[in-house]
């Protein structure tokens, strides 16, 4: 079955997910207030005092994810030294850290670790020693990944390949995602910018629900590329990676990555394929900034590699299997093509 939309004048009106069954009804919100939502944000506001020092230290010292408070985590599995890294940003900004990224188990499972082998499979990858942006305004002015650059990005992934090697190691290992939040509003729940790495013993239910949509809709990449291309919703096409505004996002504003010519795991990719594929999500991650959002890297046999990026500054409005999404949107995407194009 094709995907079922309607545009009219050469505008999406609605859309709805093969995957998920939400509809996506296109409308104009220029006339709404979201100032109750995103109130508090001290650190967008430029007139707001400098935030004690004593407070900036304190968060440091209590962070199980910075320098110094290794021992506050569970025992590391894996690290990216600043010698192995020489193009690291933060050298000299970060005094003492023996390292730029770090790998060790989340003290939280994801999935009990009873179901995949009695072995703990969630893991934390630290993405950065730095805790804070370089000049905090506030204590919520966090280091992001958008502030880590494109070359930090990619060691990150390369980071991310090493240590799902070692998770598919285990054979009642079947499926491994990449999840990452950043902010409050996305639900990350430690402050220091970290990325999760999980396994899980059965094909994880997003991807499942992927394969099953397209079984019941053959060609269903391919459709929903044509269809974003001719809403305006395209970002970038090159190299065999796409990124595009998506019209069946979990949230109003959600990005896809796509590679649809692979299917299979970055375990498999080359480096250079890697690399494009890293460069494609840093890039709307860094116009995204210090935002909050949220970004998922899907694999798994029949499935296209792809990653969907979540801007979660506005909020969730899923309503009864609906979804809004801004009229604005394809302005929006026009003006992120420029931004890019700048960079
Ligand atoms: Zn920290
Ligand atoms: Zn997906």
């Known amino acids: 079955m094709p995907i079922e939309y309607e545009m009219r004048d050469g505008a999406l009106l609605w859309i709805k997910s093969p995957i998920t069954g939400v509809i996506s009804y296109v409308v104009d919100v220029r006339g709404k207030s979201f100032a109750f939502t995103l109130g508090g944000r001290e650190e967008l506001n430029p007139e707001a005092p400098l935030p004690d020092p004593k407070a900036l230290d304190h968060a440091m010292r209590t962070c199980p994810f910075c320098p110094g408070n290794e021992s506050l985590a569970p025992p590391e599995l894996m690290r990216v030294t600043p010698a ?3 193009r690291w940003h933060g050298r000299g900004l970060c005094e003492g850290a023996g390292w730029v990224i770090r790998v060790f188990n989340n003290r939280f499972p ?14 934390i990858v630290v993405e950065d020693p730095r805790h804070f942006s370089d000049h905090p305004r506030s204590i919520n002015d966090l280091m992001c990944t ?4 494109e070359e930090h990005f990619y060691q990150l992934l390369l980071t991310d390949v090493r240590l799902i090697r070692r998770v598919l190691e285990n054979p009642a290992v079947r499926s491994v995602v990449i999840r990452k939040n950043q902010g409050r509003e996305s ?7 970290h990325q999760q790495v999980i396994g899980a013993p059965q094909l994880l239910p997003a991807i499942e629900a992927e394969r099953r949509a397209e079984r019941e809709n053959p060609g269903l990449w391919e459709q929903l590329l044509e269809i974003v291309d001719r809403a305006g919703l395209m970002i970038e096409q090159r190299d065999g990676v796409i990124s595009y505004a ?9 990005y896809d990555v796509i590679m649809p ?3 299979g795991s970055l375990t498999e990719l080359d480096g250079d394929e890697l690399r494009r594929f890293a460069r494609a999500i840093f890039r709307l991650v860094h116009i995204l900034g210090p935002l909050p959002l949220d970004y998922e ?40 093509r420029k931004a890019l194009a700048r960079n």
Do not use: C, D, M
């Open 297 to 336: 890297i899907h694999q798994g046999p029949g499935v296209p590699l792809h990653a969907h990026v979540n801007g979660r500054l506005y909020p969730y409005s899923n309503v009864a299997g609906t979804l809004n999404l801004p009229s604005q949107l394809v302005h929006n995407v026009a003006a992120l």
């Open 110 to 123: 994801r999935i009990p670790e009873s179901l995949t082998g009695g072995r703990n499979e969630s893991y």
């Open 261 to 263: 010519a692979f299917r």
């Open 84 to 86: 192995e890294f020489p």
């Open 187 to 193: 639900g990350a729940s430690q402050p220091h910018p």
């Open 246 to 254: 998506s019209p069946i996002g979990a949230f109003p504003r959600s």
């Open 146 to 149: 958008a502030a880590l650059g």
